[in-house]
T-cell receptor, first 118, second 111 residues
Framework: NAGVMQNPRHLVRRRGQEARLRCSPMKGHSHVYWYRQLPEEGLKFMVYLQKENIIDESGMPKERFSAEFPKEGPSILRIQQVVRGDSAAYFC????????????????FGEGSRLTVL | GEDVEQSLFLSVREGDSSVINCTYTDSSSTYLYWYKQEPGAGLQLLTYIFSNMDMKQDQRLTVLLNKKDKHLSLRIADTQTGDSAIYFCAERRDSNYQLIWGAGTKLIIKP
């Protein structure tokens, strides 16, 4: 009964390279959320996706960042031409279908991917 | 400033009660949550309270909500070393699936 799986757990990139972060939601979940966490800050919403659809990307930077959640396979958060300011922990969360943050609003989080840009 | 505010650190002795406080700004918040993040791990929902409630108790956890002052607290009775973690307060606003998060309070347990 796997939970939300994120990989890689740690990723080091040089400035200008691309970072790809993957998230497999909990089994049966069809809603995926990506959050960014900077040191000593709370989570900042980035994007909310359902299968093959971006529902809300209001938290995504306009450039260099993109996300997808294909019909098959994990959700991918892609950061092109990374800069030092992209260094952060990126968390993926999922929730069951038919209830985007339902009554309880419970999100199930992965362990995060920690990106370090040199 | 942050919409949801928390102190960054709280230090308590093992066996004492811990009280973690949170203030928020939006009176239309419908649900308020406490999540726990252990080192190197993702966040896990601890408990939540609906905005028309004043208090919710769940074993060692007590959540108090003062809607007038927009103040939320989490009390952990008989704090144990396993309670060491960062505790995040989050609010859900009316008609909005997004959660607004505080910066987290790191709970440090002294022996």
């Amino acid at each position: 009964n796997a939970g939300v799986m994120q990989n890689p757990r740690h990723l080091v990139r040089r400035r200008g390279q691309e970072a790809r972060l993957r998230c497999s939601p909990m089994k049966g979940h069809s809603h995926v959320y990506w959050y960014r966490q900077l040191p000593e800050e709370g989570l900042k919403f980035m994007v909310y996706l359902q299968k093959e659809n971006i529902i809300d990307e209001s938290g995504m930077p306009k450039e260099r960042f993109s996300a997808e959640f294909p019909k098959e396979g994990p959700s991918i958060l892609r950061i092109q031409q990374v800069v030092r300011g992209d260094s952060a922990a990126y968390f993926c969360a999922s929730s069951p279908p038919g209830q985007s943050l339902a009554v309880s609003g419970e999100l199930f989080f992965g362990e995060g991917s920690r990106l370090t840009v040199l | 400033g942050e919409d949801v505010e928390q102190s960054l650190f709280l230090s308590v002795r093992e066996g004492d009660s811990s009280v973690i406080n949170c203030t928020y700004t939006d009176s239309s918040s419908t649900y308020l949550y406490w999540y726990k993040q252990e080192p190197g791990a993702g966040l896990q929902l601890l408990t939540y309270i609906f905005s028309n409630m004043d208090m919710k108790q769940d074993q060692r956890l007590t959540v108090l909500l003062n809607k007038k002052d927009k103040h939320l607290s989490l009390r952990i009775a008989d704090t144990q070393t396993g309670d060491s973690a960062i505790y995040f307060c989050a609010e859900r606003r009316d008609s909005n699936y997004q959660l607004i998060w505080g910066a987290g309070t790191k709970l440090i347990i002294k022996p």
